[in-house]
Nanobody
Framework: QVQLVESGGGLVQAGGSLRLSCAASGSANVMGWYRQIPGKPRDFIARIAPDGRTDIADSTKVRFTISRDNAKSTVYLDINNLAPEDTAVYYC????????????WGQGTQVTVSS
């Protein structure tokens, strides 16, 4: 199975922006992101197919942008105007298609937003 390596998390102040990256060890099909806010279930954010088609959760559509670079087998998540409620562990995933659940997971990257 494909290995996924995440980067870009860290401590930021409210109102700031972050770009999270997730690089696959080889070719990747659909890639995307979940996050797990403390005390809540892991929640879907967005996914993107190699042709650029996207599926984005309504709750994050305004401030979250997903993109990918197929040549690098890398998916990105840009988060704007961060708020303390965005504090979570963010997990990238790879799936066999837009209708399938994750088959590989990244290690998770912590995003902490201070007020």
């Amino acid at each position: 199975q494909v290995q996924l390596v995440e980067s870009g998390g860290g401590l930021v102040q409210a109102g700031g922006s972050l770009r999270l990256s997730c690089a696959a060890s080889g070719s990747a099909n659909v890639m995307g992101w979940y996050r797990q806010i403390p005390g809540k279930p892991r929640d879907f954010i967005a996914r993107i197919a190699p042709d650029g088609r996207t599926d984005i959760a309504d709750s994050t559509k305004v401030r979250f942008t997903i993109s990918r670079d197929n040549a690098k087998s890398t998916v990105y998540l840009d988060i704007n105007n961060l708020a303390p409620e965005d504090t979570a562990v963010y997990y990238c995933f790879e799936a066999g298609g837009m209708i399938f659940g994750p088959r590989s997971w990244g290690q998770g990257t912590q995003v902490t937003v201070s007020s």
